[in-house]
């Protein structure tokens, strides 16, 4: 499942959530303001609620605008020719890697989603409902061409997202952040390793 489209890049909402996202890179959430970001789009306060009701919704959408690429990565690897125990170790070590990046480039940015995640808002659970739902996919895939021998998907599904949890998990990967690349890389790899061992010999 695809991401949704973002608004055209000459839009006036697309132009408000650029300069929105650029404040808050540069100064954090808490210290960008509406006002601020008028002012800079050559608007009103009162004209930027029009497109976003809240300060609340402003931040959800820069979020959104800053999640979907990982969703598009992911979804470009479930849609390759490749076997289906191949796209499920490439997914999860894309969608782990990526985040990864975000935190390391984006560190305010990145505080967003965690604050999304923790809140249990709409962007966080969607994102995560895509990411299942590809996760999901791949996981039918290797069921209906034999690479999986798996009795109950939604528990096979369920056992994999809990032995990566800490590569994947928002607060986690935050916690992380001192962490060497290498030995994180290292340490998924093998944890979506043995869930992968388990979905071909029937333990699922």
């Known amino acids: 499942m695809h991401a949704a489209s973002a608004p055209p890049a000459d839009s006036v ?6 300069i929105a996202a650029d404040h808050v890179r540069r100064y954090g959430m808490a210290r960008t303001t509406v006002t601020a970001v008028a002012k800079e789009a050559g608007m009103t306060h009162a004209n930027v609620y029009r497109y976003y009701a809240s300060k ?3 931040a959800d959408a820069i979020t959104a605008a800053w999640l979907r ?3 598009q990565l992911l979804a470009e690897v479930v849609d390759a020719p490749d076997p289906a125990d191949d796209k499920l ?14 935190l390391e480039a984006d560190p305010n940015l990145f505080e967003l989603y965690v604050e999304a995640y923790e809140a249990a808002r709409g962007v966080a ?25 798996i ?11 809990d032995v990566v949890f800490r590569f994947i998990h928002p607060v986690a990967i935050r916690l992380d ?8 890389d290292d340490r ?14 029937g333990m699922t």
């Open 188 to 201: 998924v790899g093998i944890a979506v390793r043995v869930a992968l061992r388990a979905f071909g010999s």
């Open 56 to 58: 609340v919704a402003l």
């Open 13 to 18: 909402d697309a132009r408000i959530l650029a």
């Open 89 to 102: 170790e490439r997914m999860i070590l894309a969608l782990a890697g990526a985040l990864r990046d975000k």
């Open 125 to 149: 659970r969607k994102h995560r409902s895509r990411v299942r739902m590809l996760i999901d996919r791949v996981v039918e895939e290797g069921i209906g061409s034999g690479v999986f021998n």
């Open 69 to 71: 690429p990982i969703e």
């Open 151 to 161: 009795r109950r998907p939604e528990k096979a599904v369920t056992l994999l997202l």
């Open 177 to 184: 952040c001192e962490a060497p690349r290498r030995m994180l």
